[in-house]
């Protein structure tokens, strides 16, 4: 087992949270690595739209995207636009979850489903989903 120093944590993102998952004191504990803080859920979604960038199409989709911030279960609903060149995507939402039962019925709820058959579904090419909660 590595002991997590600054200098090995620091050597970047992945391995940062890859070093923290078994430290001593969690071996010694014998605790779970993956163990969550929490219940909260971050739920993010990086698409490629089938319209042009700009495009009346375009812009009805992110208007009605910003009906899924209002839903009493959404936190920190947020909208990127991709600045990097490694992934195909070009956009991505952004939202919190205090729980999954507040993620499960934000699945559920009319609204979000409306925007899955008259916007997502229509206008999406492509797209991964990531549902994340935070380790220990």
């Given at each position: 087992?590595?002991?997590?120093?600054?200098?090995?944590?620091?050597?970047?993102?992945?391995?940062?949270?890859?070093?923290?998952?078994?430290?001593?004191?969690?071996?010694?504990?014998g605790?779970?690595?993956?163990a969550?803080?929490?219940?909260?859920?971050?739920?993010?979604v990086?698409?490629?739209?089938?319209?042009a960038?700009?495009?009346?199409?375009?812009?009805?989709?992110?208007?009605a995207?910003?009906?899924?911030?209002?839903?009493?279960?959404?936190?920190?609903?947020?909208?990127?636009?991709?600045?990097?060149?490694?992934?195909?995507?070009?956009y991505?939402f952004?939202?919190?979850?205090?729980?999954?039962?507040?993620?499960?019925?934000?699945?559920?709820?009319p609204?979000?489903?409306?925007?899955?058959?008259?916007?997502?579904?229509?206008?999406?090419?492509d797209?991964?989903?990531?549902?994340?909660?935070v380790?220990?």
């Amino acid at each position: 087992m590595r002991k997590v120093t600054r200098r090995n944590a620091a050597v970047g993102v992945g391995s940062a949270i890859f070093a923290t998952l078994t430290t001593p004191a969690t071996a010694a504990a014998g605790t779970s690595p993956c163990a969550l803080i929490g219940a909260a859920i971050r739920h993010v979604v990086a698409f490629k739209l089938k319209w042009a960038p700009g495009s009346d199409e375009e812009r009805d989709f992110f208007s009605a995207a910003g009906a899924l911030a209002a839903l009493p279960q959404v936190r920190r609903f947020e909208r990127f636009h991709q600045i990097g060149h490694k992934n195909p995507f070009t956009y991505g939402f952004s939202m919190e979850f205090e729980d999954q039962s507040a993620y499960a019925l934000y699945n559920a709820h009319p609204v979000h489903q409306a925007f899955l058959r008259t916007h997502w579904n229509p206008g999406v090419s492509d797209f991964i989903e990531i549902d994340l909660s935070v380790l220990v």
